[in-house]
């Protein structure tokens, strides 16, 4: 959202190009540091905007120039204000990342992992590679009863024609 419509001259081609890739079937995913910025998302598609009838929004917990680790509690104002229906995943800065990622799980959300924001197992070390800390996940949340999205689960939520 703070990259797409920063300038508000541009927001008419920033529609165009939204409404473009729309029409190619892109998954276009909204990324999102705060609750102001989902508001604004909200009103944007409400005013027609934002073309996808069903957007997909990326939660940002923590902040990387304030190297400040995401918390699980920065989700539950998200999703207040989030629209019924709405597709949304969560990412995570520094070693809370686990906690943010279990968090989301368990109350709907997707997730994404990795290096981009965080390079810190739970207890401190530093990961070996985006691998080791999506088997960590992928653990916890086994434990917890649940299960990784098939290739045709994730297709279809990613919006690939393939699914």
């Not at 939204?18 to 508001?39: F, H, K, N, P």
């Not at 810190?120 to 009863?145: F, K, M, Q």
Request: charged share 20%; glycine share 10%; proline share 4%.
């Amino acid at each position: 959202m703070r990259e797409l419509f920063s300038d508000a001259a541009l927001q008419a081609e920033v529609v165009a190009f939204l409404a473009r890739l729309e029409q190619r079937g892109t998954m276009v995913q909204y990324i999102v540091y705060s609750r102001d910025e989902l508001l604004r998302l909200v009103r944007l598609h409400g005013d027609g905007a934002i073309p996808q009838a069903v957007p997909q929004v990326l939660f940002v917990l923590g902040a990387y120039a304030e190297q400040r680790d995401g918390q699980p509690s920065e989700l539950l104002p998200l999703l207040g204000a989030l629209p019924a229906g709405w597709a949304w995943s969560v990412c995570a800065f520094g070693r809370g990342e686990l906690r943010c990622i279990v968090a989301a799980a368990l109350l709907g959300g997707h997730a994404r992992i990795g290096f981009e924001n965080n390079l810190w197992l739970p207890d401190g070390s530093v990961a070996r590679d985006n691998a080791e800390l999506i088997g960590i996940t992928h653990d916890a949340l086994t434990r917890l009863g649940m299960r990784q999205s098939t290739l045709a689960e994730a297709r279809r939520f990613l919006r690939d024609p393939r699914s």
